[in-house]
């Protein structure tokens, strides 16, 4: 652990992922219409229904006081506080009075004063209004049978396919019935900015961390094991009294160190992200809000509907561990190809190539291949899914909690595979 | 010379080709095929390049005013196809819907903003099943596409239903003498250009947005693909010597630290050997697109895209082609540098990583929609960024050699 600690090249590889980390984050960029909606959650709380629409009303209402042009505000703001409390008919006529406003005002200015108006408080006041009390609940009647169809048929799956990939979306169905008695949906996040801001942190940030991960812990394998190699002192190192096993016990190093240097990419990484978006506030709205979302080709944009129930903390930290386990299988992955390979570099790009190869022969694999879902719990497809960890998958997973199938099949099997590379190391020559 | 020809079997030996060769097949399965399968991909896509195709093939570069008028009468035979196509049609007849100007009536009534939801899945419903129309319903349609792109689409044949669509909005974009490439509020330097389009003629070229977009996506991809290889086959040549302290015995020879300059010299010349190969094999592969056919259309069309100067296709495809050879190159010496000061294989794989990410994300801006329009105010912007690329590479690696012979070697 002491060689891969002073080691400059992991550090500086390290110091490279982290200001990619930062460039990216800052092209992100911050929005300001979900730093709104952060702030007045506070005041209102994250589940939205009735109460919520009085606090929010209460709240738009006290903030408006405090402005200069108070007095048409308020009494537009009275209006559509006592509008909000009459009946469903009356409330949908004032929601497309207010929208018709908000686009006739917008109608009549510049293109720049148009940009000012969106960028205005008064603007995100009235989105989220308009956003909260026009949402329903998505999982109230949701037909996830609809999606198994739809893919059996357009895939043309058959017999044992078939019947699990409908088996899937069965079990899916009693966790959309659940989430729809208990309103899950009705969860603030970010208002309309909920799938900006979850595609920002899960799809492009942690999704770039995971991968930067990946490519560390694998170098800090091949740096370790390789060093003998490299530095000609395998026929020392081998023949004291440590010996061969030395592997197995480098094997523990590379694990430990590898995880560590990935816990202080995310912690720096993730501690610049939410310093720049602040989340406080939002973390325990649900991620199957119903201004969030996923979506395919063949069945458009759907609710994010996940296994368990998550907020978005603990949506967080299941990414984070899985990620670790994930990891895990890329550093056993590393160790097989290190030990098999002498040279670091080409045992490298074995490792790319094998990667490689598994993604081109899912690509070539026809849909209704049993071998295809089989390979999309491979290490390297997971890696690619991340975005969609914990929930369906798609067309392209045949299981539920497919991510969490898939990382432990492939730390049982590469733990096999490692074992038996390293009694294979021990039989080996080595001049 | 001999020198140069033994680092150059160093770089290509045959684990090097065979890994090239894998990771080429693999790279053309995953994203290149894409651009040669699904081309052109979508409607009304495949309907706007069959009616160029049959424009360039029919009335060559350009499309005269007399040229335009008679094609304007081709617009009655597809309306006469789409109304017997409809007759035809038992569930559109069930509806009373006996042609296409009333299906048009229809779906104006049905698309109103004071249409009611049901209203509008009716019309979903009709679309659909006049969407759903083969190409060949009707007669007098098929002879609107040569026998060669009718082979070419596979699932995206030109259906009947969005040639209308097409067609239409072709006529537009001509009728309006091209404004719509030109925004208001655009600088000086668009309107010259824009004025210098229109009084040479070169907008009333045939060529349509599709044709440029997907050459342009196809380049992107092959451009990524020479990062990777360049990378991997040019990076390992010194850091090879280092490690086994070649390099000190090789300095010690007659042609002591002058061999750098040659190592150098046989890594450029296989990174044009390479961008060459790349070249012949993909763009011979690229070439069943059929899109040489608008090699004397210029760019700058109506139906296109306005470049900063004036380009046929062929010219275009040039520019980019030179392009790749700067970029080439460009990280060829890159990777050789990287190689110069790699200790050992993980610096050099902790050193290539970022190089390549990098690499690619540069190439992907530089060659999306290469020359269109003015970037930075700048007419040759991208060709231009990669030769400043290039040539501050090269400038480096020049010092770089220049360092060498005076360094200490223990050093």
Redo the contacts between chains.
């Keep these: 652990m002491k060689k891969i600690i002073n080691s400059y090249a992991i550090w500086g590889f390290l110091l490279v992922c982290i200001l990619f980390n930062v460039v990216l984050i800052l092209s992100i960029g911050i929005d300001p219409y979900a730093d709104y909606v952060k702030k007045v959650s506070v005041h209102t709380g994250l589940q939205l229904g009735e109460r919520f629409n009085q606090k929010l009303t209460a709240f738009v209402q006290g903030e408006n006081l405090k402005n200069d042009n108070s007095e048409q505000l308020v009494s537009e703001t009275n209006e559509t506080e006592t509008n909000f409390l009459q009946n469903e008919d009356q409330k949908q006529y004032n929601q497309e009075q207010l929208a018709s406003e908000t686009n006739e005002t917008e109608a009549n200015l510049s293109q720049k004063e148009s940009q000012k108006w969106r960028n205005s408080e008064q603007f995100y006041q009235e989105s989220l209004i308009q956003e909260t009390t026009e949402v329903s609940d998505v999982f109230d009647g949701y037909d996830t049978g609809k999606i198994a169809d739809t893919y059996v048929q357009t895939f043309r799956l058959k017999g044992k396919l078939a019947e699990n990939m409908r088996n899937k979306y069965a079990d899916l169905q009693k966790i959309a019935d659940e989430k729809g008695k208990h309103d899950d949906s009705l969860s603030l996040y970010f208002a309309g900015s909920t799938y900006g801001q979850h595609h920002k942190l899960f799809f492009s940030v942690m999704r770039s961390i995971i991968i930067e991960g990946v490519l560390l812990s694998v170098l800090i394998v091949l740096f370790s094991i390789g060093y003998e190699n490299s530095n000609r002192i395998e026929d020392i190192v081998y023949s004291s009294k440590a010996g061969r096993p030395i592997v197995m016990k480098k094997l523990i190093a590379v694990v430990v160190t590898g995880i560590f240097f990935y816990l202080l990419l995310l912690g720096a990484s993730l501690g610049l992200y939410f310093s720049v978006n602040d989340y406080s506030g939002i973390w325990q709205s649900n991620v199957s809000s119903s201004f969030n979302g996923i979506g395919d080709i063949i069945m458009g944009f759907r609710p994010f509907l996940t296994w368990h129930n998550f907020t978005v903390l603990s949506y967080l930290f299941a990414t984070i561990g899985v990620s670790l386990i994930l990891i895990l299988c890329f550093s056993l992955m590393g160790f097989v190809a290190g030990i098999c390979i002498r040279n670091s570099y080409v045992g490298f790009f074995a490792l790319f190539f094998v990667n490689a190869l598994l993604v081109t022969v899912t690509a070539i694999l026809p849909p209704d291949s049993y071998f295809l879902f089989t390979l999309m719990l491979s290490p390297i497809c997971l890696l690619i899914k991340q975005p969609v960890w914990f929930t369906d998958g798609g067309f392209d997973i045949l299981w539920k909690n497919f991510e969490i199938r898939g990382v432990g099949a492939s730390v049982v099997v590469m733990a096999i595979i490692v074992v038996v590379a390293a009694i294979k190391f021990r039989k080996r020559e080595i001049i | 010379m001999k020198i140069i020809w033994n680092e150059m079997k160093k770089i290509w030996n045959l684990k090097n080709i065979i ?1 090239i060769i ?2 080429s ?2 790279c053309y ?2 994203f290149l095929q894409f651009h040669i399968k699904h081309y052109p991909n979508g409607h009304p896509q495949a309907e706007t390049l069959a009616l160029s195709t049959m424009l360039t093939e029919k009335y060559g570069s350009t499309i005269e005013p007399d040229e335009f008028n008679e094609f304007l009468q081709m617009r009655e035979e597809l309306v006469k196809a789409a109304d017997q196509a409809i007759v035809e049609n038992s569930d559109l007849a069930k509806r009373e819907i006996k042609n296409y100007a009333e299906l048009q009536e229809y779906e104006n009534r049905l698309s109103d903003e004071n249409a009611t939801w049901e209203d509008r899945e009716e019309l979903q419903k009709i679309m659909n099943e006049f969407y759903n129309l083969p190409a060949d319903t009707g007669s007098g349609v098929t002879e609107f596409y040569s026998d060669s792109e009718k082979k070419k689409y596979g699932s995206d044949t030109p259906k009947l239903a969005y040639m209308l669509p097409a067609f239409d909005n072709i006529v537009e974009k001509y009728e309006n003498g091209a404004t719509h490439l030109l925004q208001s509020e655009a600088p000086a330097i668009y309107h010259k250009r824009w004025n210098d389009m229109i009084n040479t003629g070169e907008w009333r070229s045939p060529i349509c947005w599709e044709v440029i977009e997907n050459t342009t996506q196809y380049a992107q991809n092959l451009v990524a693909l020479l990062m990777l290889l360049s990378l ?1 086959c040019f990076a ?1 040549l010194l ?1 090879s010597d280092r ?1 086994r302290k070649i390099h000190l015995l090789q300095y010690t020879a007659k042609q002591g630290r002058k061999i750098i300059g040659k190592q150098l010299l046989a890594v450029l010349i296989s990174s044009i050997l390479l961008t060459t190969t790349l070249f012949l094999v993909f763009g011979g592969i690229y070439a069943q697109n059929d899109t040489q056919l608008f090699w004397n259309n210029y760019v700058s069309s109506f139906n296109g895209m306005m470049t900063s100067i004036p380009l046929t296709f062929g010219q275009y495809v040039i520019v980019i082609c030179i392009m790749m050879y700067l970029m080439g190159i460009a990280v060829s010496v890159v990777a050789f540098l990287l190689s110069r000061f790699a200790a ?7 050193g290539l ?2 190089t390549f ?1 990098v690499s690619v994300m540069l190439c992907d801006k530089l060659f999306f929609n290469p020359l269109n329009g003015f970037k930075n105010g700048i007419a040759l912007f991208d060709p231009m960024v990669c030769g400043i690329i290039l040539l501050v590479v090269v400038v480096v690696g020049v010092g770089v050699l220049v360092r060498e012979r005076r360094i200490d070697i223990l050093v």
Excluded: G, R
């Design positions: 890994m894998l990771l097949t693999m399965i995953v991997l390992p850091t490690v050992n294989y993980i610096v050099l794989l902790a990583i970022p990410v």
